[in-house]
Each structure stands twice: as C-alpha cells, then as structure tokens.
C-alpha cells in the first residue's frame, strides 16, 4: 500500500532513458532492455576483454555483460549506479548476467567473489562500492561466497589521477594489497568490476591477488568500453 502510494506521486523511471516505467517493468525499461548492447562475451572464451589481459595476467576468464559507449544506455545505468545511489542496477545486471555466466563450466572451479574495493575515504564519500549489489546477486545465483575484505585499495585518489598513476608501472603493485590466511592458497577468484576500460585497475588488483600462494584470476565486468 505505501509503496502503491509513492508509486503514484513519485512514478518510477527508467534508469536508461528516464521514462516511466510501467507495472510490470523493472528499474529498467523494456524498449532500454531491447537496445542495450550485449556483448556475448559467454559463448566466446577467446573474447577482446580476455584477450586485453595477454602478456599482463594470467587469467582464466575474462567477460563483460554490455559494452560501454559514450552518451549510450549502458554510460547513463553506470553513471546512476556510482553516482546517484541507484544500487539496485548492480542487482539487476547481476541477475542478467548470472544467467549466463552459470552455463559456464569454469565458474564450477570459482572459490570466491571478489569486488575491486574502494579506498576507505571514497566508500564514507560514496556511501557504497558500486559493485557491491552485482557481485552478492552473483554470489547467490552462482552458489559462490562473496568476500570484500580480502582485497585492499592503499590509494586515495580522484579519477584522472588515479589513472596516471595506474599508468606509472612503479606504481601498480602499491595501489592495492591483500588480507589473507593460509585457508586462501590455492583459491580461484573471481575479480569483479563495473567498467572494463584500460584493464590497469584490474590488473592491479590481480597483482595483488597473486601474491596468494596457488591463487587462479578471472574477471567478469557490468560493461567494458567499446569505441
């Protein structure tokens, strides 16, 4: 009754196009959830996101939902999700994509699911790491813990400097660091992301990651940015 009675003086929106939704349409609207771009990254192991990753880390899989463009769909759900408090994004994207990625047999192999975290100043500024609500959907559809403490951000740093000093190779194995005990050894992780861009942040990550005794990386994104 209460949220019939907010419904009808605050209507829901689309998170793509902002229009209204109607009764039978969730956070995203049908004519958004026709358009958007999907890459089917799942029915290809030798996808362009595993393939960003050659000579830098060796992972096991490597996936995104969408692909990102600029002024598209999929730049304004991800601009709503980190910046206008709409979280239940990262739940829808994650059930979409739990669709897929469970048909897979190397998610049989996964141990954990890891988010990529934010430094402790950013996440009070923010109120919430992004990515949070996308990897416990996946954590539940998939039947693989979610853990956000094992992985650590060192660095607080706004946007554009934080991607100079991903771009500084001296700089890459600080950035992040890793909280683990000896029942973490040999644990395949799955590192997870909103935006597949350059791949640095995650490649830091992985760095850090690996310092695991026995530790297998695979990545899976919301989107990755496609010119």
Same mark, same amino acid.
């Given at each position: 009754?209460?949220?019939?009675?907010?419904?009808?003086?605050?209507?829901?929106?689309?998170?793509?196009?902002?229009?209204?939704?109607?009764?039978?349409?969730?956070? &995203?609207?049908? %004519?958004?959830? +026709?358009?958007?771009? #999907?890459?089917?990254?799942?029915? @290809?192991?030798?996808?362009?996101?595993? *393939?960003?990753?050659?000579?830098?880390?060796?992972?096991?899989?490597?996936?995104?939902?969408?692909?990102?463009?600029?002024?598209?769909?999929?730049?304004?759900?991800?601009?709503?999700?980190?910046?206008?408090?709409?979280?239940?994004?990262?739940?829808?994207?994650?059930?979409?994509?739990?669709?897929?990625?469970?048909?897979?047999?190397?998610?049989?192999?996964?141990?954990? &699911?890891?988010? %990529?975290?934010? +430094?402790?100043?950013? #996440?009070?500024?923010?109120?919430? @790491?992004?990515?949070?609500?996308?990897? *416990?959907?996946?954590?539940?559809?998939?039947?693989?813990?979610?853990?956000?403490?094992?992985?650590?951000?060192?660095?607080?740093?706004?946007?554009?400097?934080?991607?100079?000093?991903?771009?500084?190779?001296?700089?890459?194995?600080?950035?992040?660091?890793?909280?683990?005990?000896?029942?973490?050894?040999?644990?395949?992780?799955?590192?997870?992301?909103?935006?597949?861009?350059?791949?640095?942040?995650?490649?830091?990550?992985?760095?850090?990651?690996?310092?695991?005794?026995?530790?297998?990386?695979?990545?899976?994104?919301?989107?990755?940015?496609?010119?």
């Amino acid at each position: 009754m209460l949220q019939s009675l907010i419904n009808l003086f605050f209507p829901p929106v689309c998170a793509g196009c902002h229009s209204f939704l109607v009764s039978n349409e969730k956070v &995203i609207c049908t %004519v958004c959830r +026709h358009n958007i771009p #999907l890459t089917n990254h799942h029915l @290809n192991p030798e996808n362009e996101a595993f *393939k960003k990753f050659y000579g830098r880390i060796p992972v096991e899989h490597t996936s995104a939902l969408l692909y990102f463009h600029q002024k598209g769909i999929v730049q304004e759900l991800i601009h709503n999700l980190k910046y206008k408090g709409q979280e239940q994004i990262g739940t829808v994207l994650g059930e979409w994509y739990a669709e897929d990625l469970k048909n897979l047999e190397i998610m049989q192999s996964v141990d954990e &699911i890891i988010p %990529v975290p934010l +430094h402790k100043r950013k #996440l009070r500024e923010r109120g919430y @790491n992004q990515v949070t609500n996308f990897g *416990k959907t996946l954590s539940v559809a998939l039947d693989i813990p979610f853990d956000s403490n094992i992985l650590v951000r060192n660095v607080y740093s706004k946007t554009q400097s934080k991607k100079n000093l991903l771009n500084r190779s001296e700089g890459i194995d600080t950035i992040f660091d890793v909280v683990f005990t000896e029942k973490d050894h040999n644990k395949h992780f799955l590192l997870i992301d909103d935006v597949l861009t350059t791949g640095s942040t995650l490649e830091a990550c992985s760095h850090a990651l690996l310092k695991i005794p026995g530790a297998r990386i695979s990545i899976v994104c919301m989107a990755m940015a496609h010119s």
